[in-house]
């Protein structure tokens, strides 16, 4: 069993954007900008986004955090949207998710330029991908892709089962995987699916993406199989400082006696889906999704 080290990956990645700032400022050019807007206190998004300024800061890129209180009104999010889309100095932002009940999100996320969607959350970008065009893609696909990629795993013909069929990992990891040139064969299993068990179990790739800790056993995982826990469920701890710790969709021990390759958690996607964001950044500030 070898481990799919995101945690490596994506610190490789995190200097190779770190070499391509210096580049630019040594040529003078725009240091990228992202910004990201906050609202509320949710303990989860004020960690995400912390950790999302502090990848900007160590490649160099200059960052912005845009707060605002639960009661902030969807017009005002709305306003402050129009803003940053205009702002030319800044090359993407986010909003991040959740929002408040009173706020549509949906409205939120097609009023931002899909210029500067880093987040690949817009209908633009997310209809980009399944057609096949450059686009953003949103950070968690983008960083198991390149994670495949770097791992030189192979995909062509292979059966992979992804399980979960959320809007930013489980459908559109379950596109790019089948893309042409990547070719996998790719079945989409959710709550609904019958014999998920043995689904899963026919599975050459399988991953997992349902926010269900230790939903996936060894009865459930191929010999050989690679296996990809997006699963980060906090969950109370005693033995951390914060209180709680990270805890996967895979009995990681279990069934890391079984497959060939498999991502642990902490230290698998998770560093991975944050680089992407930065790999996205970039993007949007060397026009190359739009030129
Ligand atoms: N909330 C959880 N993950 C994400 C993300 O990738 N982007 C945004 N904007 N909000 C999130």
Do not use: W
């Not at 580049?23 to 509320?40: C, D, M, Q, S, Y």
């Not at 990270?246 to 990681?252: I, S």
């Not at 390759?261 to 026009?287: C, D, E, Q, Y």
Request: with cysteine; net charge neutral; aromatic share 4%.
């Amino acid at each position: 069993m070898q481990l799919l080290d995101g945690k490596k990956i994506a610190g490789a990645i995190k200097l190779e954007i770190r070499d391509e700032v210096q580049k630019i400022k040594e040529h003078g050019g725009k240091i990228p900008h992202l910004a990201a807007v906050l609202v509320g206190h949710d303990g989860g998004s004020e960690t995400y986004v912390a950790y999302k300024i502090k990848d900007c800061e160590e490649v160099g890129f200059k960052s912005s955090l845009i707060r605002y209180e639960d009661d902030v009104t969807e017009v005002q999010l709305l306003n402050k949207i129009e803003e940053l889309n205009a702002d030319t100095d800044l090359d993407g932002f986010i909003v991040q998710l959740p929002l408040p009940e009173h706020i549509s999100e949906q409205k939120i996320i097609e009023a931002i330029d899909p210029k500067k969607d880093v987040d690949g959350f817009h209908a633009t970008n997310v209809g980009r991908m399944v057609i096949g065009l450059p686009t953003f893609v949103s950070a968690t696909p983008f960083g198991i892709m390149e994670l495949i990629k770097r791992y030189d795993i192979e995909t062509k013909g292979k059966n992979c089962i992804v399980v979960g069929r959320s809007q930013i990992v489980g459908r559109p990891i379950s596109i790019l995987l089948s893309q042409k040139g990547v070719d996998a064969t790719v079945t989409v299993a959710h709550s609904r699916t019958k014999n998920i068990k043995e689904l899963c179990a026919s599975a050459d790739i399988l991953i997992a993406a349902l926010g269900s800790p230790g939903f996936v056993s060894k009865d459930m995982v191929k010999e050989g199989a690679v296996v990809i826990d997006v699963g980060t469920t906090r969950v109370p701890s005693k033995e951390t400082k914060s209180g709680f710790r990270l805890k996967g969709d895979v009995l990681f021990k279990e069934v890391a006696q079984k497959c060939s390759f498999i991502t642990p958690v902490p230290g698998g996607v998770g560093p991975m889906t944050r680089v992407s964001l930065l790999s996205n950044t970039l993007l949007a500030a060397k026009k190359k999704i739009y030129s």
